[in-house]
């Protein structure tokens, strides 16, 4: 397989699994949710969450992880935004902690592709 097609593919693969997680970020972030659980655990699901929405496309563009974590940042704000129409309670700490999430997650998945990109086993020698 030619290089462009192996990035092309890479792309295709990295922006399929982002969408994905949006997409059940979104269902999981609007959905009414049930009352209990310790107090402030929900802001290490953001985290983690975020994190996960945030690691694919640095790891196959490093150079897009500034505009990722911004654009994970912007998408969580939209849920914040729009969560009181769907009986939930927007709050900053979640916005907070969707961008920890977006920061941890864009910056390992661009560790992760230069570090990979640099080994000897990749580049086949």
Same mark, same amino acid.
């Given at each position: 397989?030619?290089?462009?097609?192996?990035?092309?593919?890479?792309? @295709?693969?990295? /922006?399929?699994? *982002?969408?994905?997680?949006? @997409?059940? +970020?979104?269902? =999981? *972030?609007?959905?009414?949710?049930? /009352?209990?659980?310790?107090?402030?655990?929900?802001?290490?699901?953001?985290? =983690?969450?975020?994190?996960?929405?945030?690691?694919?496309?640095? =790891?196959?563009?490093?150079?897009? *992880?500034?505009?990722?974590?911004?654009?994970?940042?912007?998408?969580?704000?939209?849920?914040?935004?729009?969560?009181?129409?769907?009986?939930?309670?927007?709050?900053?700490?979640?916005?907070?902690?969707?961008? +920890?999430?977006?920061?941890?997650?864009?910056?390992?998945?661009?560790?992760? /592709?230069?570090?990979?990109? *640099?080994?000897?086993?990749?580049?086949? /020698?």
């Amino acid at each position: 397989m030619a290089q462009g097609q192996t990035k092309l593919r890479r792309m @295709v693969i990295g /922006s399929a699994v *982002t969408t994905v997680v949006a @997409v059940i +970020i979104a269902v =999981l *972030t609007l959905a009414p949710m049930p /009352s209990g659980g310790p107090a402030g655990s929900d802001k290490i699901y953001h985290i =983690l969450a975020f994190a996960c929405l945030a690691f694919p496309l640095p =790891l196959v563009r490093p150079r897009w *992880t500034v505009w990722v974590i911004l654009g994970v940042i912007a998408y969580g704000g939209v849920i914040e935004v729009i969560q009181p129409f769907f009986g939930r309670q927007a709050e900053w700490a979640d916005l907070v902690a969707d961008g +920890i999430g977006a920061a941890v997650g864009a910056v390992t998945g661009s560790a992760l /592709s230069r570090y990979v990109m *640099t080994s000897p086993r990749y580049r086949g /020698s």
